[in-house]
């Protein structure tokens, strides 16, 4: 009988264990994007919408490169675009603004789920190359955000010539 209890409190343990590494796992992933990239604390400004158990990255983004430019284009569906605030900072650029509620009339314990969230946001990503900062134009249609960050000189490649002698 005491065998049987020692097998069943090493089953419980190592469930245990693994609930508490899961947990673990999910609070990495949670601020892995979250921050400034300083490393901890990661201040609350800096995570995007909090529904539900965890934050998630938003706008949704894709990253895109070619030789003369990179093509930043985000998903940001109802937001007014005199909201959005874009802004360079050496490798970094840095998209912020606020989604409205999309209907304030109804309650909130009304909802049996809600996950078109609403709020501020900012979101910062480093981009693979040096930019123009200068040349940077950002387009708003159909709820997609077009950021094209034209390439620096000094960042596009450079064909040479060969002298044959």
Known sequence: MRKGVCQMFRTWNWNALNEIDAIRREIDRVFEGAGT???WPVPFSRISFLPGRSARAYPLMNLREDEKAITLECLAPGIDPKSL??????DQITISG????ANDAVKPEAYHR?????????RAMTLPAEVDSDQVRADYKRGILTVTLPKAPSAQPRQ??????
């Open 37 to 39: 990239g300083t490393g």
């Open 85 to 90: 605030n874009v802004s360079i900072l050496k």
């Open 98 to 101: 606020e989604k409205p509620i």
């Open 114 to 122: 809600n996950e078109r969230a609403a709020g501020r946001f900012v």
């Open 160 to 165: 040479l010539t060969i002298n044959v002698q």
